[in-house]
């Protein structure tokens, strides 16, 4: 089937996160911009003993059924995620044309806790104790998998592993699905849950990690002048993308338009971003070229701020030299702390929900930036900002780098000031 030259819209969206298992509470969550990080009993002991894990749902419950058994933590929380995103989009897996229905769900890592336990059972039992289910707990594209299952999707069903820009190398991914005409729904997203002492352990053994073990709290502060590493956090967000017209034509509601998605590789070294930025940029500039907007039109960009030196001083000098009208900034991971291959999704959603809130989250802990970052971040408040065009910022070891542009849509279709988009659909 030829390429179908068509708008893509944004018609639901699904989360569970550290700061909320829901949109409106994770929503509320964000805009408060007051970090959720806090010690966890299962690192105790460890150099780095805190996380933003998730809280405040059962996800057994939340799966519901006797299939909860069979997955790991990552998988429930995706399929949580993926029920509500279908559910927000008004759609149902009993009525739609499975065969035209893809899932793609980035992750990084998979089951690791899942193959620890078992390794252990290894040791102290002999191979009779390995649970004959290890293999399909731990694999990364379990989610993929158990969500195509429960939402009957027949269409591709995908894993795109992209470290820390999974998730929106999935959003990417699916916009390729739905321009090409492979399929007509796609179910896009990320889920990452590794809050275990051996992958906290490595993270905090090759300098990662945030040493504020005396305020947990304070520690993720992406931009900051005395930023000193990420704090690790899990979640799962979704998204579910159509094209525009046939969102239009069931009476679906277009929550944003995903107008363009770049990515770019540093090929530089295995962990730490090419210091120039140049797979950044690119990505970026592939992302600007497919939406038809010329750099100055941005008006916001949801940055990938780790709150590591290195990512954060690079994303600053990429902005800064893109983007001289200043945009503003936010950074959600100060808040959240880093959901690895969930976070390209999750910041999706929160650019989303900024393009029709018209109001954009601070970053948590951010007091003042280092001599040199020319950056308009939003801090201590949130903004009120009427934003028609943004970007979405995920780098990830490996030197990728993942730019998703989104648009706003008016109550009565597109924003005005887009006439290529109204023209595609």
Avoid: Y
């Avoid at 030259?5 to 964000?30: I, R, S, Y």
């Avoid at 000193?228 to 034509?249: C, K, N, Q, S």
């Amino acid at each position: 089937m030829g390429r179908v030259d068509m708008g893509v819209a944004v018609t639901g969206v699904g989360l569970v996160t550290p700061a909320g298992a829901d949109e409106h509470t994770f929503w509320a969550g964000l805009c408060a911009g007051v970090s959720v990080a806090r010690r966890c009993e299962e690192l105790a002991g460890l150099p780095v003993d805190f996380a933003c894990p998730v809280d405040g749902i059962d996800l057994d419950e939340a799966v519901g059924g006797r299939s909860a058994w069979r997955m790991a933590r990552f998988v429930k929380m995706a399929l949580v995620a993926a029920r509500q995103a279908v559910a927000d989009a008004g759609l149902s897996p009993e009525r739609w044309d499975g065969d035209r229905v893809a899932v793609v769900l980035g992750v990084g890592v998979g089951g690791v806790s899942v193959l620890v336990d078992n390794l252990r059972k290894l040791d102290g039992g002999g191979s009779e104790a390995v649970s004959p289910l290890l293999v399909p707990m731990m694999m990364p594209n379990a989610a993929a998998g158990e969500v195509a299952i429960a939402l009957r999707a027949h269409g591709p069903s995908l894993a795109p592993a992209t470290a820390c820009a999974s998730g929106a190398t999935a959003i990417a991914v699916a916009r390729d699905l739905l321009t090409s005409g492979r399929c007509d729904v796609v179910v896009a997203g990320g889920a990452e849950s590794v809050l275990t002492p051996l992958v906290v352990s490595a993270f905090a053994g090759m300098g990662a990690l945030s040493l504020r073990t005396g305020d947990p709290a304070g520690a993720s502060r992406p931009f900051a002048a005395d930023r000193d590493g990420f704090v690790i956090g899990e979640g799962a967000a979704v998204l579910v993308l159509e094209r525009t017209l046939d969102a239009r034509a069931r009476g679906g509601r277009a929550r944003a338009l995903l107008t363009g998605a770049g990515a770019g590789t540093d090929a530089h070294h295995p962990t730490a971003p090419d210091p120039e930025g140049a797979g950044a940029r690119r990505a970026v500039e592939v992302a600007l070229h497919e939406a038809g907007w010329a750099a100055h039109e941005v008006d916001h960009i949801n940055a990938h701020g780790t709150s590591t030196p290195l990512n954060d001083a690079m994303e600053t000098a990429l902005i800064s030299g893109l983007f001289p009208h200043r945009p503003s900034v936010t950074a959600p991971k100060g808040v959240l702390g880093h959901t690895l291959a969930a976070a390209g999704a999750i910041d999706a959603v929160a650019t989303v929900l900024t393009l029709e809130h018209g109001l954009v989250p601070p970053i948590a802990n951010l007091d003042s930036l280092p001599d040199g970052f020319d950056l308009d971040c939003v801090v201590k408040e949130p903004r009120t900002q009427h934003v028609e065009r943004a970007l979405s910022h995920s780098f990830g070891f490996g030197g990728h780098n993942v730019a998703l542009a989104f648009q706003r849509v008016d109550a009565d279709g597109p924003s005005k000031r887009a006439p290529g988009v109204l023209a595609a659909g």
